[in-house]
């Protein structure tokens, strides 16, 4: 109740979550799990499910619209245009917990002294900062200088950069001579990420970035895609590869039925990260 001096005004109680609710960081990656399965999300049906207000859920797509990571809709939310990601720093932003998990686990699959390919994007970056971590002996080829600064931790990984043309977007190089660059050399590994993943292969929302990724997947036996749930049943503008051309995922959590049989199917090696 407010006394004002006049009459006294009862304000309305204050929204409250519920206890056991999720935080920020899970709802924001689990709105993102429910686009991958369904184009578009309502606020009511995700605040019925988190147990927090409306106007909070309506907070958390204004974030993840301001992102780039979806489309602003009456009452909701949908998926983004094909072409179209948010940039490298604002997906670092999301759903760390779970791409550092990811990160961690990948390197836990590297042998001493493999020469691994290694592309740019925000779960790879943290890949290579636990490699740097664990002081894993390797050698890395990559066009991320974020990779190169995550491996500049550690004198036992020798690193060697793609030359091209810089775009601050991504903080990575790309053109002809990163993909001449990368057709010199052979790697144990290609180690990449990609905007999305459905039953017909990797996907990604820049083509300069998916020749880059097929140049690396071109020169290494071993294939690993690092990729968050989140991302599960997502197709942007360009496909990577067909998924038999994979030979592990690791993820944050197992892959939906109809995903999970089409990578059994294809041969891939599913690992799923547990907690760091």
Known sequence: MLHTGRRPITLPPMARRQEGAPGKEARHAAILQALSTDPTVRISTLAARFGVSGETVR???EALSAMGAV????????VTHAGVQPDFLAREAMAGAERARIGAA???LVEPGAVLMVDAGSTTARFAQALAARGTAATLITNSLPVVSAAGET?????LVAPGEFYATERALYGAETDAFLRRFSADVAVIGASGLTLEGPTDA????AWVKRAMLDRAPRRMLLLDSGKFGRGYLERVAELAVLTDLVTDAPPPP???AAL???GVQVHVAGDV
């Open 71 to 78: 489309r602003r809709t009456y009452g909701g939310a949908s």
């Open 258 to 260: 109809a995903l999970a």
């Open 155 to 159: 004198d036992q990984l020798r690193v």
């Open 106 to 108: 990948a390197a836990t």
């Open 264 to 266: 059994d199917r294809a």
């Open 59 to 61: 907070r958390d797509i």
């Open 206 to 209: 820049e083509s300069r970035a």
